[in-house]
């Protein structure tokens, strides 16, 4: 079993930037693939970034590329999600997902473990 718990949401003008943080437990976590949705109001949860297990290989949605940058400490068992130029479309509550296998993924069911989620909110 894995234990997540996201931090570092919060309020934000449009510009600016916020840093995720996703605390790991439970299990070996530098042997897992890891990954950050978002759920907007009314929407279907959505693919944001992933890494793989060594944090050597990022995949991410075409519309934070550029932006948002996925990040791992294994050392620390902690992931994080450093979004940069923030735009109102990325108000969202952002979860912390892990997978039981390295690779990384940008599919939903293919993660095994999730976090309860951290709202963040981009002012205009």
């Not at 690779?103 to 205009?124: C, D, I, K, L, P």
Request: aromatic letters at 12%.
């Amino acid at each position: 079993q894995v234990h997540l718990v996201e931090s570092g949401g919060g309020l934000v003008q449009a510009g600016g930037s916020l840093r995720l943080s996703c605390a790991a437990s439970g299990r070996t976590f530098s042997s897992g693939a890891m990954g950050w949705f978002r759920q907007a109001p009314g929407k279907e949860r959505e693919f944001v970034a992933t890494i793989n297990w060594s944090g050597g290989v990022t995949y991410y949605a075409d519309s934070v590329k550029g932006r948002f940058t996925i990040s791992r400490d294994n050392a620390k068992n902690t992931v994080y999600l450093q979004m940069n130029s923030l735009k109102p479309e990325d108000t969202a509550v952002y979860y912390c997902a892990a997978r039981d296998t390295g690779r990384g993924s940008s599919r939903r069911n293919e993660y095994h473990y999730w976090g309860q989620g951290t709202q963040v909110t981009v002012s205009s």
